[in-house]
């Protein structure tokens, strides 16, 4: 079976040395789902590591992409059932080619009601949400978003609130945000806007930041001593060094907690995470052909973008 697959073999830019390849598919390993992939979405967390940022992890040459979902076409007997069912092929291979091959035990079927656009990203940035909740909980708290407009905050600053934080406030860079915060609960603060933001800092409780960075400086030098700070991304490139009178600083990767997450609780964390998302605002999506990656590449590049870009297999 031939299989096209976006492709890297030197870390770099994802522009340049993201190539398509096509060869034949090595067979199927025994205990594991041959899956063909229908859509899969273009995040930071698919980016990131092309350009080499843990490249101390990965192997070269590699195929791309984190998170999408798929058909079933072929299983071990022991999940025949899922032949020709939905689910999501994680943990296993790149998600960014045609077929991909995960283990059958791993794999999450999609329930009927989900939308393949919604199911295809239902994995990095809701899992990440649910954990940081889990790890640092906002009950009682106020809560400070950076990159607010960024999926993975909308669905922490939603999720928040339903978990009974007191209030969330959400830094955005771009003017285009505002209203759609507004519309999911979280206030609107414009990135530019320092005071408010220093203002905002000191009277937080919990701040979850994705950018690091200067605006991360200036959050931590006004947040209380008592606060905590969870830093998830680094959008902005720029690592930040820490000072004896911040507050306590949190680094969270969704990595770290997948090995201690057994088959079982796997399964059953993506039973809560269905219903929470089908619940959530979340945003639209813009399709793009698989063949049409760079297109998709420069979409996900558009700063103040409201949609993410999904990459869809024909
Ligand atoms: N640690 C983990 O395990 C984990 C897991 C999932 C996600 N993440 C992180 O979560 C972050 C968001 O990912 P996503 O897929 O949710 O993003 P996304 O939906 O693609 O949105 C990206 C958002 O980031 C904003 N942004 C980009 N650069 C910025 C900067 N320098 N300063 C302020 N805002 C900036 C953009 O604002 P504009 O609209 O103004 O362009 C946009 O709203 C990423 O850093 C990703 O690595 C981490």
């Known amino acids: 079976m031939e299989n096209t697959a976006l492709c890297y073999r030197q870390f770099g830019e994802p522009e340049t040395v993201l190539r398509r390849e096509t060869a034949i598919k090595a067979p199927l390993q025994p205990g594991y789902l041959r899956v063909q992939m229908l859509m899969a979405p273009v995040n930071a967390s698919d980016l990131i590591p092309i350009t080499g940022a843990y490249r101390h992890r990965i ?19 022991s999940a025949a059932a899922l032949i020709g069912k939905r689910v999501l092929p994680l943990r296993g291979e790149g998600n960014w080619q045609q077929y991909v091959d995960c283990p059958a035990t791993l794999a999450i079927p999609v329930p009927d009601t989900i939308p393949d656009s919604l199911a295809a990203r ?19 708290k106020r809560v400070l978003l950076t990159a607010a407009g960024s999926d993975c905050a909308i669905l922490l600053g939603q999720w928040a609130l339903r978990q009974g934080a007191t209030e969330v406030y959400g830094i955005h860079r771009s003017a285009v945000h ?23 800092a000191a009277a937080s409780d919990i701040v979850y930041d994705a950018t690091g960075g200067e605006l991360a400086l200036a959050i931590l030098g006004a947040m209380d001593k008592s606060a905590a700070f969870i830093c998830y991304g680094l959008l902005s490139g720029q690592p930040f060094a820490l000072q ?18 057994a088959p079982e609780a796997w399964q059953a964390t993506f039973r809560d995470i269905w219903s929470w998302l089908i619940a959530s605002h979340y945003s639209d999506t813009t399709l793009l052909p698989f063949t049409d990656w760079q297109s998709a590449l420069a979409h996900y590049r558009q700063a103040g973008r ?9």
């Open 59 to 77: 192997t070269l040459p590699a195929v791309a992409g984190y998170e999408g979902v798929g058909r079933v076409i072929a299983a071990p007997d």
């Open 122 to 140: 239902a994995f990095i940035n809701p899992l990440a949400a649910w954990l940081m909740l889990s790890l640092y909980p906002p009950q009682g």
């Open 178 to 200: 505002a209203d759609r915060l507004r519309a999911m609960g979280i206030i609107p603060v414009a990135q530019h806007e320092l005071d408010s933001v220093r203002a905002l």
């Open 244 to 261: 004896r009178h911040f507050p306590s600083v949190h680094w969270f990767h969704i990595r770290n907690y997948l090995d201690a997450l």
């Open 306 to 314: 409201t949609r993410k870009p999904v990459l869809e297999f024909g």
